[in-house]
């Protein structure tokens, strides 16, 4: 390529190494600017450093309050759970207690008469003979307790009659009284047929006795037969028609028998005093008969 002068060529040369006139200044003024740059960001640092070093101490403490602060006003995003509590949906009330039974002021006097208590008694039926030792005549009560715990009277009351020797608490084999005390029913018998009682109910046969002789280790027992006897004296159930169409056997010297003390009590049929035994009408008997039970546990109290 042909020049026109060196000057031309000079700056011809100028134009192709650096394009523009003004290139080179350009150049110039970026390098100025990344020195300058360079030298803030150095300044910047050290002086972080020496601020840190110097008043770091402060400063931590300063953010962690500030932090903790911040953290306090914040409220949970939800609040912490705990396991429920159930809470009755009523105050508790103590256990409503039965007001005491009110028992019938009879029933209650009858107790008296025989030295009981309501807590002394194991069943739920009770007959009570209430004697007259001046007319030598009796009251029979029957009673009967029932759902709510009340003594109620079932049946009666029957008029009657006690032994023709009155009525006591100590009654010797030879002596027609009748027997004070309280005393369980046992079963019942008799020279008619079961009039459908719910005790256990047995009918008379040719071979029946009743053992009143002391002497006999029988004394006071039903015995079914006359063979090997070894008593001198004794009922001959079958033939007591009038006394014995039927009766009721409770336990007087009957569990533990004492030769010293009386055999033979029953409720019985009578129209007059007795041999010891608590008369009453055949009906009335009857009528006993049908409500006694077995699986109530009855009782027979007889006072004076």
Not at 72 to 88: G, R, V
Request: aromatic share 12%; charged share 20%; with cysteine.
């Amino acid at each position: 390529m042909a020049y026109k002068n060196d000057k031309t060529k000079n700056r011809r040369r100028y134009r192709s190494r650096y394009r523009s006139a003004h290139n080179y200044k350009q150049q110039r003024s970026s390098s100025s600017k990344a020195a300058v740059l360079v030298a803030v960001l150095t300044f910047v640092v050290i002086a972080s450093l020496v601020v840190v070093f110097t008043f770091g101490d402060s400063i931590y403490t300063m953010l962690d309050n500030a932090l903790s602060e911040i953290t306090a006003t914040e409220a949970p995003t939800q609040a912490p759970t705990e396991k429920p509590t159930e809470k009755p949906t009523e105050p508790p009330t103590e256990a409503e207690t039965d007001p005491p039974v009110q028992q019938d002021e009879q029933f209650m006097q009858l107790l008296t008469l025989n030295n009981m208590e309501e807590s002394d008694i194991k069943g739920s039926q009770l007959v009570f003979v209430d004697g007259d030792e001046s007319t030598l005549t009796c009251k029979v009560y029957c009673y009967e307790k029932n759902s709510d715990g009340v003594w109620v009277q079932a049946i009666g009351p029957f008029d009657g009659f006690i032994g023709e020797a009155g009525i006591d608490e100590m009654v010797s084999p030879y002596e027609n009284k009748t027997p004070v005390g309280v005393f369980a029913i046992e079963y019942a018998f008799g020279t008619q047929y079961n009039p459908g009682t719910g005790l256990d109910y047995s009918q008379f046969t040719i071979y029946d006795y009743w053992i009143t002789d002391p002497a006999s280790i029988n004394y006071n027992r039903w015995m079914t037969s006359s063979e090997n006897k070894d008593w001198e004296s004794a009922q001959w159930l079958y033939e007591y028609t009038r006394s014995y169409p039927h009766a009721i056997v409770f336990d007087y010297n009957r569990s533990n028998v004492d030769r010293s003390q009386g055999c033979a009590k029953f409720i019985h049929v009578s129209d007059s005093q007795t041999y010891g035994g608590v008369g009453i009408a055949e009906s009335d008997i009857e009528s006993l008969l049908y409500w006694l039970n077995a699986s109530a546990t009855p009782y027979v109290c007889i006072s004076k």
